[in-house]
């Protein structure tokens, strides 16, 4: 059974810092990702990383203070998100796919979705 297990969410304030972790079980997979989605709005992609993790991907809005790595040996990917802003503030999505794909920002590229872990960063 494929699970991926958010954890590392929380309140933190504006400046602040936090490290999400998404263990993956199951399968391994290629392309992992984060999304989030913020309340009254659609789910969005933040970040993404390829198999062996020389290829990032990063929305223009978290560019520069966002980065995630991943070890394979461990099945587990990490957001580092630094200098958050409360316009941060979101349900964090951790997803999978087993395939490559150019196609990281698009949810349907992910075949596998974690249960969500809130951040909340305080102005």
């Known amino acids: 059974q494929v699970q991926l297990i958010e954890t590392g969410g929380g309140l933190v304030q504006a400046g602040g810092s936090l490290r999400l972790s998404c263990a993956a079980s199951?399968?391994?997979?290629?392309?992992m990702g984060w999304f989030r989605q913020a309340p009254g709005k659609e789910r969005e992609f933040a970040a993404a990383?390829?198999?062996?993790?020389?290829?990032?991907y990063y929305a223009d809005s978290v560019k520069g203070r966002f980065t995630i790595s991943r070890d394979n040996a461990k099945n587990t990917v990490w957001l580092q998100m630094n200098s958050l802003k409360p316009e941060d503030t979101a349900v964090y999505y951790c997803?999978?796919?087993?395939?490559?794909?150019?196609?990281?920002?698009?949810?349907?590229?992910?075949?596998?979705w974690g249960q969500g872990t809130q951040v909340t960063v305080s102005s």
């Open positions: 997803a999978a796919s087993p395939y490559s794909s150019t196609s990281y920002y698009t949810e349907g590229t992910y075949t596998y």
């Open positions: 990383i390829n198999w062996s993790g020389r290829s990032t």
């Open positions: 199951g399968r391994t997979f290629s392309t």
